[in-house]
């Protein structure tokens, strides 16, 4: 057995447990557990941007926002408030809260800016520009940022920056957005006239397939040619820069997959929790799914998904006793500093070692036997 | 319009209050220290308690916040950044962790409240200090109303700047930790002690967090999570002056505050921050390495 088999096995571990799932909980935890899978999402993109494309960006939630936003708007017009407003076209009920006295009850016009909604009246749409938007956002975002060469941290507060700009326009045009209170009273997402109610086990497969299919692809992805280009550029920027591959161009695109991934998951999470909500470009959320990805492992895509994983499912399971709720906070804080300082690597290089440990001690065995037949055959050869 | 440059130059002042203490750190010691909003905190809470139990006032709560936020810096620079020099955004990371500790520590009042022990002054609520009146009743000059509160802050923040210059530019000490900014390896090889130097450069910043916390105490509610928008604005602050340059600090903070003021003069406060962050991406992607940045390291 070599460490790639047992590599392999992990995945196949985890897959066939995520897929098991529906037989042992009931519908409130498999609710419950398809958000805390969409999140092992956030946690594959994290570890593909930070772990593999060595970007730290401390504002992924801007995407995971685009995309909750995109399709949730689709569904808010969707959502049987909207389309009982008695008017020709749904609108959304924060729209005629927040309309002038005169204004045209229509949402052409019911604002300055409502016009904007008319083409999420089909949740096709909603479903393009929730991965559209995101990728636009990071394609803008990052060629600039990589075409002139900013490194380091200054990505960091650059995409930190960016994150917070994005929430408070969010919050600002509270008649276009739904500001501080977000997208509520949600439809259910309907395809073909199937309805995803979000508590039932079709849904759970919807979530449990696509974070399969997305720890798959990007598996697949960072072990082609261009993914291990991406991680010589990510050790050494200039040498892989001589040796002509242009830099920028991959770092771009691996930004943008990072995006997609997120915006994803994004859309997911609007499906299965049925709101969408500025607090998704709170920095703190951001900065969570970097914990998320530390405490599992950066440098390992299936490391960081479980960690995100196991993190949001023991941190809410936590604090459903009202004591744990803060001590809970301080726990986690706690770990995070004790991981950051003795396991750099998190719970997926533990496991990496222990793999090590395992193959070398087998390798060992299969020495000493060889050894011991060749001993034997001499032996008899000499008698 | 004298109104809003005023108010930009306090904006600016309290900015640069937070990013003194986070620029000399990041500066001298490549450390993203996140727990600098929280040590900002605490210096707060110091000037709450020490408003309820030793019944003195916020002027002679600005020493005693600062040493015990430097006592607290020098703890959690022994404790953990000191095994995470060279591992800049592992600092990061770690830092908020230790920022989530400390506001839990103020949450639960240091553990206190799970044997239903409630301490004045600490616990999730929201509190507030009692401003001396010298700095309460504004004075009026023809036209133009003096906020006392405001002009304080604008002073304090010129002295500790000015005193962060002496001490950088006028002492032994200062000058050691500028050779240790500008290279860390010639430095420890002229025999200067680097580890020490670096932990009581952290202690000097984390003190005047606290001295920040004790002006913000004066005209902001003190609560567990004031903290978390600060470390970032002193960051804006921080990238946009230049790494480890005084002037380009204070430049950054003045520009920064006015710009706030203004916008937020003609249309509100809220569209006033989002124009600050685009402002500073733009300069980041303009001028990476900041208005102000020496050459050389």
Request: net charge neutral.
């Amino acid at each position: 057995m070599t460490h790639s088999h047992l590599k392999i096995m992990a995945y196949v571990i985890f897959i066939v447990t995520v897929l098991m799932l529906p037989l042992a909980l009931d519908e409130f935890w498999l609710n419950r557990t398809a958000k805390y899978l969409i999140f092992g999402m956030l946690g594959v993109a994290v570890s593909l941007s930070w772990g593999y494309a060595g970007i730290l960006n401390l504002g992924q939630g801007m995407f995971f926002g685009a995309g909750a936003y995109m399709l949730g708007m689709s569904l808010k017009l969707a959502s049987p408030t909207s389309l009982e407003q008695g008017t020709e076209s749904p609108i959304p009920d924060f729209m005629m809260w927040n309309a002038e006295p005169n204004a045209v009850i229509d949402l052409c016009c019911i604002n300055s800016g409502s016009f904007l909604w008319i083409p999420f009246q089909s949740q096709t749409f909603g479903l393009i520009m929730a991965i559209a938007l995101p990728v636009l956002f990071a394609w803008a975002l990052g060629s600039i940022i990589f075409s002139k060469g900013i490194s380091g941290v200054f990505i960091s507060i650059i995409t930190l920056a960016s994150v917070l700009l994005m929430r408070l326009l969010v919050v600002d045009n509270q008649a276009l957005t739904g500001g501080f209170n977000g997208l509520t009273d949600l439809a259910w997402f309907t395809v073909f006239g199937y309805e995803f109610d979000p508590y039932s086990v079709t849904t759970y497969y919807l979530v449990a397939c696509s974070l399969i299919v997305v720890l798959l692809l990007t598996r697949l992805l960072i072990n082609s040619r261009s993914g291990l280009i991406l991680q010589s550029i990510r050790d050494d920027q200039n040498r892989a820069k001589y040796l002509g591959f242009d830099a920028a161009a991959y770092q771009t695109f691996f930004f943008c997959v990072s995006a997609a991934i997120s915006g994803f998951a994004g859309l997911l999470y609007v499906i299965t929790s049925e709101f969408a909500s500025p607090t998704f470009m709170d920095l703190t959320f951001s900065i969570t799914m970097v914990i998320w990805a530390a405490v599992g492992g950066r440098a390992s895509i299936l490391g960081a998904c479980i960690g995100a994983i196991a993190i949001s499912m023991l941190g809410s399971s936590v604090s459903e006793s009202e004591l744990f709720v803060e001590s809970w906070q301080a726990i986690l804080g706690l770990c995070f500093v004790l991981v950051v300082l003795f396991m750099p690597n998190g719970l997926a290089g533990i496991a990496h070692g222990l793999c090590k440990k395992f193959v070398a001690r087998q390798d060992d065995k299969k020495q000493r036997n060889e050894q011991n037949k060749a001993e034997e055959l001499t032996k008899g050869g000499a008698a | 319009m004298l109104d809003t440059v005023f108010i930009g130059l306090s904006l600016g002042s309290v900015l640069l209050l937070v990013a003194l203490g986070l620029s000399i750190v990041y500066g001298s010691m490549g450390v993203i220290n996140m727990a600098h909003g929280e040590l900002v905190m605490i210096g707060a809470y110091t000037a709450v308690l020490s408003q309820i139990y030793l019944d003195i006032n916020l002027f002679a709560a600005i020493p005693l916040a600062f040493v015990i936020c430097a006592g607290l810096g020098l703890l959690i620079e022994k404790l953990v950044i000191r095994r995470l020099y060279n591992r800049l955004f592992d600092t990061l990371l770690a830092t908020w962790g230790v920022a989530i500790l400390l506001q839990q520590a103020i949450r639960l009042e240091f553990g206190l409240s799970f044997f239903g022990i409630h301490v004045d002054g600490l616990g999730p609520g929201l509190q507030s200090v009692t401003v001396p009146k010298v700095l309460s009743e504004p004075i009026m000059l023809g036209d133009f109303v003096l906020q006392p509160y405001r002009t304080f802050i604008i002073l304090i923040s010129i002295v500790l700047a000015a005193f962060t210059w002496f001490l950088m530019y006028r002492t032994r000490i200062g000058q050691q930790v500028r050779a240790i900014m500008r290279n860390k390896e010639m430095a420890a090889a002229c025999g200067i002690d680097v580890k020490k130097i670096n932990a009581l450069t952290f202690a000097y910043g984390s003190g005047l967090a606290g001295v920040a916390g004790v002006m913000m105490s004066g005209f902001k509610t003190v609560m567990p999570d004031m903290g978390s928008a600060m470390v970032v604005d002193g960051f804006l602050v921080v990238v946009v002056g230049g790494v480890g340059s005084l002037v380009g600090s204070i430049v950054a903070s003045g520009v920064l505050g006015q710009l706030t003021s203004f916008v937020a003069f003609f249309s509100n406060d809220i569209i006033a921050r989002a124009v600050v962050f685009a402002v500073v991406i733009c300069i980041i992607v303009w001028r990476p390495r900041g208005l102000f940045n020496y050459k050389g390291r």
